[in-house]
């Protein structure tokens, strides 16, 4: 039953309804519990949907700020609010929104994976092309 509550506990915080959250806190429901599969709380999921009020109250009520998901990320991660961020004691992230920072990742990411894939396309003399294919004088094709 307690994972039940756990559970509903998360929903209520990523859908910012704070009497639900109220409630299950003032009955004990653990604020740092975390999903099985995924290892969010209900800080993470207040953080990810920018519930702020979500935010403060837990952060009063003991949710703990430095717990990460599976996927190695801190309920400061999810965030795109300054507001909640400055509440977090996370570092200001330029231009204000966190989603600027996912999207340099994922552009980082798959800059990474076509340098590899361009690498592995050529031998040691640096002949070949581009993700296999080259010209009949084998000069690379971009």
Not at 75 to 87: P, V, Y
Not at 106 to 114: A, I
Request: overall charge positive.
């Amino acid at each position: 039953m307690s994972s039940y509550l756990e559970e509903r506990l998360r929903e209520a915080a990523a859908l910012g309804n704070l009497e639900e959250v109220r409630i299950l806190v003032r009955n004990g429901v653990a604020v740092n519990a975390q999903n099985e599969v995924n290892g969010w709380t209900c800080l993470h999921w207040a953080c990810k949907r920018n519930q702020t009020h979500i935010v403060k109250y837990l952060l009063d009520h003991g949710a703990n700020k430095g717990i990460f998901t599976k996927n190695r990320d801190l309920a400061a991660h999810l965030t795109s609010k300054k507001e909640i961020r400055k509440l977090l004691g996370a570092p200001e992230v330029e231009g204000g929104d966190n989603q600027e920072v996912n999207n340099l990742k994922l552009l980082s990411g798959c800059l990474g994976l076509l340098f590899i894939q361009w690498e592995s396309t050529h031998d040691k003399a640096g002949r070949g092309g581009w993700m296999g294919t080259s010209d009949r004088r084998g000069s690379n094709k971009f």
